[in-house]
């Protein structure tokens, strides 16, 4: 479980949002069959009778997950990246990044954003617009 300090609340797209509804309503169904042999851990994930998913279980999923999807394989903490770098193309002040991703100092998007081809795309284009166009 995350300490206090680990928790923090932040915005949700409206499809993630409806994507865990849908999640609990399926998780309300699995508690009602595991019936006393539900466990109530607090957890939104769990296995169907509500303990903690087993490591070694979610990451198999994980991997089959990103074979799925066509993805080369990957840590599931390297998710953290790839969510740091998606925010840093969509050009989220710092700050806010801050709070969503749970760092304490600016200086963790060193270590989890990473420069894309896109990015420096975008800021050339910007470039472009900023010193060469009439408008």
Do not use: C
Request: zero cysteines; charged letters at 30%.
């Amino acid at each position: 479980m995350k300490s206090k300090a680990g928790r923090r609340t932040i915005g949700l797209p409206d499809q993630l949002h409806d994507m865990l509804l849908r999640h609990r309503e399926r998780q309300e169904t699995e508690r009602q069959h595991a019936g006393s042999e539900w466990h109530d851990s607090g957890r939104i994930f769990t296995q169907p009778n509500g303990k903690a998913l087993d490591p070694r279980r979610d990451y198999a999923e994980w991997k089959e997950l990103l074979t799925e999807a066509g993805v080369p394989e990957a840590r599931l903490h390297d998710a953290r990246h790839t969510a740091a770098t998606v925010l840093l193309i969509l050009g989220v002040p710092d700050r806010a990044v801050m709070e969503i991703m749970g760092w304490s100092s600016v200086t963790m998007k060193h270590r989890y954003m990473h420069v894309t081809d896109t990015v420096r795309h975008d800021v050339a284009e910007q470039l472009n617009r900023y010193f060469w166009d009439d408008n």
